[in-house]
């Protein structure tokens, strides 16, 4: 039973590294912050075996999460720059509107 279960963890762990590596070469490398950085993961993948594919998977995750951290702030900024140009709008519709209001001063009408 033991021998089993070390080899069900065995092809999982193959597995596992198999497609952490295809995950490494489908990324472009427009997608690593420096001009080595996929040759190097290949390198700690290939030769650290599951440790470096699991560390290759953390290290993706950290990403995803930053990336949708930023999408998400650059998507309140922008809700926030449009609602700040609405009420700007508004406010100066309204001051439009009082001044066409508003009747005017006998000063002004007064000749010089």
């Known amino acids: 039973m033991q021998g089993f279960i070390i080899i069900v963890l065995m092809i999982a762990a193959v597995a596992f590294w198999l497609v952490e ?12 912050p420096g001009r080595f950085d996929k040759p190097m993961w290949a390198a700690i993948i290939f030769f650290a075996f599951f440790l470096g594919a699991l560390a290759f998977w953390i290290w993706k995750l950290n ?15 922008s809700r926030l720059e449009e609602s700040s140009r609405r009420a700007n709008e508004r ?3 309204a001051a439009n509107a ?3 209001i508003s009747p005017k001063s006998p000063q002004a009408d007064a000749p010089r």
């Open 91 to 93: 406010a100066s519709e």
């Open 21 to 32: 590596i295809v995950s490494l070469m489908s990324m472009s490398d427009g997608d690593f």
């Open 98 to 100: 009082l001044g066409a």
């Open 63 to 77: 990403v995803k999460v930053e990336q949708r951290i930023n999408e998400r702030v650059e998507a309140m900024t």
